[in-house]
């Protein structure tokens, strides 16, 4: 599925990241990792989803005496992590596996287990969700960060204004997931769980910007292109920027 080859394409990631990056308005993890208290303890820690290491870089700044498991489906973005002078090698070990494969087979308990933006990838959400839960040590801490709401709608409709109709499971993983999935779960199954929530303004200065954002990103079809390209540039010539929003929830969860 398109999904999927977007979500093994470490070239797509790094476009849509280095896109985000370059246009946002607030570095999302700088945020996210104020909300995160730092911890000196050795702890065991597991990032899923770990892309090119993102995240990772912080979650080594914020638990200095951990280990950290670093999971994902790419071997090219892990090959990343590998080949980068930033990551002590003897603190890190990479594990090429999808998220629903590792939890099958994993024996291995967690103090924190760790995911932004990818959790929406596994197969079978209730089921991971159920191993997370019970791969996390006592007192241990499940941390997720992912999109919510009405995020990027500027763009889901401008695309949608096209005739073509985003695959709902898409939009659901934008939107509703973390609420229907995610904290619905959670909130149950946790002793304590705190949300805080933000939003980013993505800011496209012209056309190229918007389609080369558009044609890495997992609702692409190039059958649209030539529609969409008409409505930019009537919107362009009214505006000089096209701006999308990015909402975006950070979830703490600490077990009993």
């Known amino acids: 599925s398109n999904m999927k080859d977007k979500a093994i394409n470490s070239f797509s990631l790094n476009k849509r990241i280095e896109h985000n990056e370059k246009n946002q308005r607030i570095d999302i993890n700088k945020w996210a990792f104020k909300l995160i208290s730092k911890d000196t ?26 280990s950290i498991d ?41 103090d924190i287990i760790f995911v932004s933006y990818g959790l929406y990838y596994s197969k079978d959400i209730d089921e991971v ?76 200065k012209n056309i190229d910007n918007f389609i080369s954002y558009w044609e890495n990103s997992t609702f692409y079809n190039k059958y649209y292109k030539k529609d969409l390209l008409n409505k930019l540039e009537t919107f362009f010539k009214n505006k000089k920027s096209f701006i999308n929003t990015k909402k975006i929830m950070l979830i703490i969860a600490e077990k009993n």
């Open 41 to 66: 303890r050795p702890l065991n820690i597991l990032e899923l989803c770990c892309g090119t290491g993102r995240q990772s870089e912080y979650l080594i700044n914020h638990y200095i005496n951990s």
């Open 129 to 204: 969700l159920k191993r997370i839960k019970n791969t996390l040590n006592k007192k241990g801490k499940f941390i997720v960060m992912g999109p919510h709401g009405n995020n990027n709608k500027e763009i889901f409709d401008i695309i949608e204004s096209t005739g073509l109709k985003i695959d709902k499971k898409i939009k659901f993983t934008c939107t509703d997931f973390m609420y229907d999935k995610v904290i619905n779960y959670l909130s149950r199954e946790y002793y304590k769980i705190r949300i805080f929530k933000t939003s980013n303004k993505i800011e496209w």
């Open 70 to 110: 670093l999971l994902d489906i790419s071997q090219d973005s892990l090959n990343q992590i590998k080949n980068s002078s930033y990551f002590d090698k003897s603190k890190i070990s990479t594990f090429n596996i999808g998220i629903d494969e590792f939890f099958l087979k994993n024996k291995k308990k967690y």
